[in-house]
């Protein structure tokens, strides 16, 4: 998925960034081999779909590492956002385009933390709780609460899998 984490960063930080990307890689693993279909099925009444909460990471990849950490985000691949959405974990785009934008995230987020130390204060705001703002205090927060995000998320999926076809126990082994 991602290239291993910085050799010259401290055991610790390195760990972290490993933690991350085992996530990530947990989350694509469990929707791996559901179709469109599948993909597109909500399973529970908040109407979220796995392909919906799939855009939601990319988003949250998105925010944190480029709108927290450095202030400023890249444009969208579309013309719309998370707010245009009823249902916001769901998703009106295709889904080669959802897993294009996650994977998308996910690498500008590993190259925008490859040239900084996990002490690096953010230059943006996190504005909706939680956290609350003062919380985020460096790139390490950010990085651990992907990992909670990403790692949460990775269960959800997990589970509307089983709902969705029966299948268990995937992911990365």
Not at 8 to 35: E, S
Not at 108 to 128: C, F, K, N, Q, Y
């Amino acid at each position: 998925m991602t290239e291993p984490a910085d050799p010259g960063r401290p055991a610790a930080d390195r760990m972290l960034l490993d933690f991350l990307d085992a996530q990530r890689a947990a989350v694509l693993a469990v929707v791996d081999g559901l179709d469109e279909t599948g993909l597109g099925t909500a399973v529970v009444p908040s109407g979220w779909t796995p392909l919906g909460l799939i855009e939601h990471l990319g988003y949250a990849e998105r925010h944190w590492f480029q709108g927290v950490l450095l202030g400023a985000e890249d444009p969208l691949p579309w013309a719309d956002g998370p707010d245009d959405d009823p249902n916001p974990l769901g998703t009106r785009h295709p889904v080669q385009a959802v897993f294009g934008f996650y994977r998308q995230q996910i690498a500008r987020a590993t190259e925008i933390v490859a040239g900084l130390p996990l002490s690096t204060p953010p230059r943006g705001v996190h504005d909706e709780p939680p956290p609350h703002p003062d919380d985020v205090v460096d790139l390490r927060f950010i990085v651990l609460h992907m990992i909670e995000e990403t790692a949460r998320h990775a269960g959800h999926l997990d589970l509307a899998r089983e709902l969705i076809d029966g299948r268990t126990g995937l992911g990365p082994r």
